[in-house]
């Protein structure tokens, strides 16, 4: 570690302290006041990172830098664990995690690599090579790291048709529990289709999550200029057919891929 980047750091634990110490609302967090204000500022990030916006991603890793100085300060002023603690313990799992560089292990790919991750893992003493996937995480992330985990030890369909072949095969499953107006089949299957796609995503080599969210942005924006339109107008949307407003709506998309 550089000289500039160790003094940026003890800047940073420095402040760290003196706001824990003199503060009255540093003073008053815990663990647990901490935890939404974590994942709002982690979805800070990813929305930073979905535009591309290197300042917002540089304003927001900052941010949970400070977080993470603020957990490991509360866990040293109860003995758990120091902030030191924290670096050497990833640090010592990361060298432990690469034997292909610290080791003599041989290694051909980045395939390679995460099933060696995923081996030592279970070593470690994981009981499945699922572990580790959060119960909490959002539904779309958590369908793709179960795939990511299950094609570490080949559980994983060949070719990308295949995996489209499976989409048809679900989706066909889905008209026919519609056709029997079985809402819990209806639902299930509806899951099995967004999975199926979630997994084709991984063969199209997107990421599926960010591409809903540009979706949704995208949707946002045309939906916002939608209102814009009819306000100029003198409408409201609600007085509008939707014959009008999908009128409106593709002369913005006309207007947006020009």
Known sequence: MNSSLTGAFEKLVGIMDDLREKCPW???QTIQTLRQLTIEELYELTDAITEENWPGI????????????????????????????VIDSISEKLIARHPHIYSDVKVND???????????????????VLSGVPASLPATIKAMRLQEKA??????????????????????????????????????????????????????????????????????????????VAKKMGKDLHQMSLTEMDAI??????????
């Open 58 to 85: 540089k304003e927001e890793l900052g941010d949970l830098l400070l977080h993470i100085v603020f957990y490991s300060k509360i866990a040293s002023e109860q003995n758990h664990f120091t902030l030191e603690e």
């Open 26 to 28: 540093d003073k008053k």
């Open 151 to 228: 094609r570490q030890v080949g559980f994983e369909w060949e070719k990308r048709e295949d995996v489209w072949h499976k989409v048809e095969e679900e989706i066909n499953e889905l008209k026919e529990a519609i056709d029997e107006q079985d809402d819990t089949k209806i639902e299930n299957e509806f899951g099995d289709v967004i999975f199926s796609m979630i997994n084709y995503a991984r063969f199209l080599r997107i990421d599926a999550e960010n591409a809903l969210e540009r979706t949704n942005k995208k949707f946002i924006l045309r939906f916002t200029r939608m209102e814009e």
């Open 110 to 128: 980045e395939k390679d690599v995460e099933r060696n991750w995923e081996k030592l893992k279970l070593k470690e003493g994981k009981k499945s």
């Open 249 to 258: 709506w593709n002369e913005i998309k006309l207007q947006q891929k020009t």
